[in-house]
């Protein structure tokens, strides 16, 4: 099976959290942490259609002014999902410039601020901040808490968070393909049915739950579709085939503690792949806990709790440098798995 989601760790094992996940057929990508972006080209930055912050330590929000320049100017409307008081930080940040000619600005720059805030019920604050209002903030109606942790959704898309503790909030997040759809080639070939576009409305029609009588048009090129045959759906459902969607779960500095491993563990559960922060050695796990950050072990030992299939740490403290290697066996034994392999 085609993997559909596309994650990279922007800057490794060691160096500033973020996370850039492109999905196939989608256009935007979803990114997690800023820290540091100078890795990340122009045209990746102007994709991003998601900004998942999981606090505002520096090392995780210091280069949010790097994609802010390249989108002023350009008419988008980004969601940024960020822990209790996040929009006020977004705002203050904002703030920091001088916008008085922003009405000479043809296209609009929106934030979406969405806080997540404890546990449902209740609900999430949301803001609004437009360059065409110098980001002045505009409160808007909140957003009900789902029990699931359901933020919203990009596309076939769904992002979950959960709240942690870091001595601060900080958010922990789960991206999620709703469904993998995939086509038989074989099947297409045996029936004599082209390849092409009208395979992604065919895929479309199996997702929306279609009605067997919908009709399907078939065509090899775009051109070709106003004028092209229409199979019915139930007809054709056999071409494809559904499979659970992938998961990939981030999750980024909080304590080793009972409460913070449940939800860590909650929101990881069964994940194609983890990425979970290991700064410490087994040994440091004092130093861990005064700090409030996971050790090698607690991070293989969630990972193993979870059922993660793959798992990726990173934010290894530059105390370990040269010493990666050990870092990732400490984690692989905690695991029960190879660091970065699949069983």
């Given at each position: ?110 934030f979406e601020a969405i806080e997540v805030t404890g546990s449902a019920p209740g609900a999430w ?187 990726e740490p990173f934010h290894f403290s530059p105390r370990y440098l040269g010493q990666h290697d ?18």
């Amino acid at each position: 099976m085609r993997p559909t989601l596309h994650p990279r760790l922007v800057n490794g094992r060691g160096g500033d959290p973020a996370l850039y996940v492109e999905a196939l057929h989608l256009p935007e990508a979803v990114l997690f942490d800023c820290g540091d972006l100078s890795a990340l080209a122009p045209r990746h930055l102007l994709r991003v259609g998601l900004l998942a912050i999981s606090h505002a330590h520096m090392d995780h929000w210091a280069d949010f002014d790097r994609l802010l320049r390249l989108l002023v100017g350009r008419a988008k409307r980004l969601p940024v999902v960020g822990p209790e008081g996040f929009a006020q930080r977004l705002h203050h940040r904002l703030q920091s410039y001088t916008w008085n000619l922003a009405d000479r600005i043809g296209n609009d720059l929106v934030f979406e601020a969405i806080e997540v805030t404890g546990s449902a019920p209740g609900a999430w604050p949301r803001t609004l901040l437009r360059l065409h209002g110098a980001f002045r903030p505009e409160p808007l109606p909140p957003l009900p808490a789902a029990a699931d942790g359901t933020v919203l959704r990009l596309g076939r898309l769904r992002l979950r968070a959960a709240v942690l503790d870091h001595g601060t909030p900080c958010l922990g997040f789960a991206l999620e393909e709703a469904e993998h759809l995939n086509v038989w080639r074989s099947r297409l070939e045996a029936r004599g049915l082209p390849t092409g576009p009208w395979l992604a409305g065919l895929k479309a029609a199996v997702a929306e739950g279609r009605p067997d009588d919908h009709p399907v048009p078939v065509f090899a090129r775009a051109a070709e579709a106003a004028a092209a045959p229409r199979l019915p759906l139930g007809a054709l459902r056999d071409l494809v085939s559904v499979t659970p969607g992938q998961r990939v779960a981030y999750l980024t500095d909080f304590a080793d503690t009972p409460a913070n491993r449940a939800a860590a563990v909650a929101l990881a559960r069964e994940a194609d792949t983890l990425f979970i922060e290991a700064p410490f050695a087994a040994a440091d796990a004092a130093l861990a806990a005064e700090r409030r950050h996971l050790t090698t072990r607690a991070a293989g030992e969630i990972a193993r709790a979870a059922g993660a299939r793959r798992v990726e740490p990173f934010h290894f403290s530059p105390r370990y440098l040269g010493q990666h290697d050990r870092l990732l066996a400490e984690i692989a034994a905690a695991a029960g798995r190879p660091v970065g392999a699949a069983p």
